[in-house]
T-cell receptor
C-alpha cells in the first residue's frame, strides 16, 4: 500500500518556466511533509518542508503548497534552472516518529 | 557543520556473507534512520534509533539489524546476504523527537552502494 504517491515519473520544462511537482498521500495521520532532491550516486538533499498547520511555505525559488482536504501537496520551482534537473522525492511523517514515507520520485529535466 | 558521513561508500559482497555499514550523524543530532533505495522500490524505511534505542522499524526481515552507540553513531548489519539486498543504503540524522514540535527534518548521507554477487 503506497501511502505517498508521485504519479508523474518524469517532467520536462523549459528554463525560466515554472516546474510543478505533485504528491498525494492517503494517511491522514501525516502532519509533516518534506521535499528532497536527489542526484545520481548521492543521498537526498533536503529542500523544503511544511507542517500540517500551514498551507504554504516559501524558500527562495521553492514553494510548497499543502491541501489537507485533498491530501495533496505540490512543489513549485520558479524560475526553473538547468541545475534543478534531478529526481525529486516527497516524503511524509506522522507526529515526529522519525519514520519518513517516500514517494516514488519524479525526474525533473529543465532544458536550456 | 559537517554533514552525515557513511562508510564505506561502496561494497561488494557475495551471497551468504554479512555486512556492516556505518553512519556518523551531524553533530548534535541524536536520531539516526536507515533507508534502502532500489530502482524498483524507491526509498524504503528500515529502522530508526534514538538514544541507543530502536524507536521505529520498517517491514524488513530480521536479517537486517542495527544499533546506535552513546555518541549517536549507528551501524547497520545485514546477515546472510541475498542478491536482492543489492541497493543504496542511506542513513539520515535528525535532532530527534521534541515535545510539541513536529519539524524534525532528516538530513541524508551520501549512502553506501552495496552489490551482492
Amino acid at each position: 500500500d503506497q501511502q505517498v504517491k508521485q504519479n508523474s515519473p518524469s517532467l520536462s520544462v523549459q528554463e525560466g518556466r515554472i516546474s510543478i511537482l505533485n504528491c498525494d498521500y492517503t494517511n491522514s495521520m501525516f502532519d509533516y511533509f518534506l521535499w528532497y532532491k536527489k542526484y545520481p550516486a548521492e543521498g537526498p538533499t533536503f529542500l523544503i518542508s511544511i507542517s500540517s498547520i500551514k498551507d504554504k511555505n516559501e524558500d527562495g525559488r521553492f514553494t510548497v503548497f499543502l491541501n489537507k482536504s485533498a491530501k495533496h501537496l505540490s512543489l513549485h520551482i520558479v524560475p526553473s534552472q538547468p541545475g534543478d534537473s534531478a529526481v525529486y522525492f516527497c516524503a511524509a511523517s506522522a507526529s515526529n516518529t522519525g519514520k519518513l514515507i517516500f514517494g516514488q520520485g519524479t525526474t525533473l529535466q529543465v532544458k536550456p | 557543520k559537517a554533514g552525515v558521513t557513511q562508510t564505506p561508500r561502496y561494497l561488494i559482497k557475495t551471497r551468504g556473507q554479512q555486512v556492516t555499514l556505518s553512519c556518523s550523524p551531524i553533530s548534535g543530532h541524536r536520531s539516526v534512520s536507515w533507508y534502502q533505495q532500489t530502482p524498483g522500490q524507491g526509498l524504503q524505511f528500515l529502522f530508526e534509533y534514538f538514544s541507543e534505542t530502536q524507536r521505529n522499524k520498517g517491514n524488513f526481515p530480521g536479517r537486517f539489524s542495527g544499533r546506535q552507540f552513546s555518541n549517536s553513531r549507528s551501524e547497520m548489519n545485514v546477515s546472510t546476504l541475498e542478491l536482492g539486498d543489492s541497493a543504496l543504503y542511506l542513513c539520515a540524522s535528525s535532532l530527534g523527537p521534541s515535545r510539541g514540535l513536529i519539524t524534525d527534518t532528516q538530513y541524508f548521507g551520501p549512502g553506501t552502494r552495496l552489490t551482492v554477487l
